[in-house]
């Protein structure tokens, strides 16, 4: 804790990874924390591929990549701090990945990806078509062109997730599951708590870092360029034979994932359709074509499953990270679309920063804090 900062009661709802780890950094900091979660299904952790890696889309704004090469920069002090806490390493795979074009348009977009990454300070190799397919051998002849960010990593989100909570009660925190957060108690634009099914929790500070669910814990204070997002993911597994090396994304925003055992994830739709979380055969069709199109030998991968989640996004793909304005002790914590998982450790520290009253840490939260509602 803070020297000059008091223990502080802070509420967090919302236990995807992001609140999660908000809630994790701040019990470490000896304050008392309480982390709620109604756990509906459908939350963005469970659509996320596990990519650490800063976006690689151009449609991304450039604060917004850097935001992220400075999250992905802590990832792996964050990953040992989860590990001393619960004696477990979490699955971390660090061998990079490569993201492809095909198109005359998608490789133009790889010299903008690469200035961009050049401005983060990121360690990356461009190259020809069949320098690539070297590399990779299972990419396909109409990969034209490449870059491999060399030092990506990525996770396994759902297994992050259960190591979140189990850090959060070996530091004394209380995780209730299930509960939902039916209002803000709100006096005089001062938040003094929530109203719970069960009673009341008082809080000096509430974190809003409930995803798509924002809003419903917001109420009166809701964020108005908030847009669920389904992700649709279709899960293959190799029969034998070629395996694929490296995790795999191309321009219009599909991410192809190798994971332990053979296992392929392949995602992600967005999709503008409010809280429906079902999965759909002409989205996931599309999702194969285009997979396949980029690495055809997983046309011979035994189907597993598809799942679905909501990811949070806002107009300007900005997430949301600051004080309320009309009530500055709620920090909302949200809007990180598909990037929840890799901006989650520096979303948590500037939460952190904002706690304790720390203006130079709390930095990037000014660029990253669109105008609230």
């Avoid at 990419?139 to 030092?151: G, W, Y």
């Avoid at 995780?175 to 708590?193: A, N």
């Avoid at 500070?205 to 924002?214: I, K, L, Q, T």
Wanted: aromatic share 4%; with cysteine; glycine share 10%.
């Amino acid at each position: 804790m803070n020297a000059h900062t008091p223990q502080q009661k802070v509420v967090v709802v919302g236990a995807g990874i992001v609140g999660l780890a908000t809630a994790f950094r701040i019990a470490g900091q000896g304050h008392k924390v309480v982390c709620i979660d109604d756990g509906k299904p459908g939350v963005s952790s469970d659509a996320a591929l596990g990519y650490i890696a800063p976006p690689s889309i151009t449609s991304v704004p450039p604060d917004v990549v850097l935001f992220g090469a400075q999250s992905y920069q802590r990832f792996l002090q964050f990953l040992g701090d989860l590990e001393t806490v619960t004696g477990v390493r979490p699955y971390v795979a660090a061998n990079g990945y490569i993201h492809v074009a095909t198109t005359d348009p998608q490789v133009e977009e790889i010299d903008t990806i690469c200035q961009s990454w050049d401005t983060a300070g990121l360690n990356y190799t461009r190259m020809s078509g069949d320098a690539a397919r070297v590399r990779e051998p299972m990419l396909s002849s109409h990969v034209q062109a490449a870059v491999i960010l060399r030092d990506a990593m990525n996770v396994n989100p759902q297994e992050l997730r259960e190591l979140l909570r189990a850090a959060l009660e070996g530091l004394g925190a209380e995780v209730r599951t299930g509960e939902t957060v039916q209002s803000l108690d709100v006096i005089g634009g001062t938040c003094t708590g929530v109203l719970v099914e069960s009673g009341r929790i008082d809080a000096d500070w509430v974190v809003v870092s409930a995803g798509s669910w924002s809003n419903a814990v917001l109420g009166g204070l809701r964020i108005t360029n908030l847009i669920p997002t389904k992700g649709q993911v279709v899960v293959l597994r190799s029969k034998g034979g070629l395996v694929l090396q490296y995790p795999v994304s191309t321009s219009d925003e599909l991410d192809i994932m190798p994971r332990p055992g053979g296992q392929l994830l392949i995602g992600t739709s967005n999709e503008d359709a409010g809280f429906d979380t079902t999965t759909t055969a002409h989205i996931l069709s599309g999702i194969l074509n285009r997979a396949l199109a980029v690495v055809p030998g997983i046309g011979e991968y035994e189907f597993v499953r598809t799942y679905s989640g909501l990811r949070p996004c806002t107009a300007n793909r900005r997430p949301v990270i600051g004080p309320h304005p009309a009530c500055p002790n709620v920090i909302v914590a949200t809007g990180h679309c598909q990037n929840g998982v890799l901006m989650a450790p520096l979303t948590a520290d500037s939460v952190v920063d904002l706690v304790h009253g720390r203006s130079d840490g709390a930095a990037p939260i000014a660029m990253m804090h669109p105008a609230l509602p």
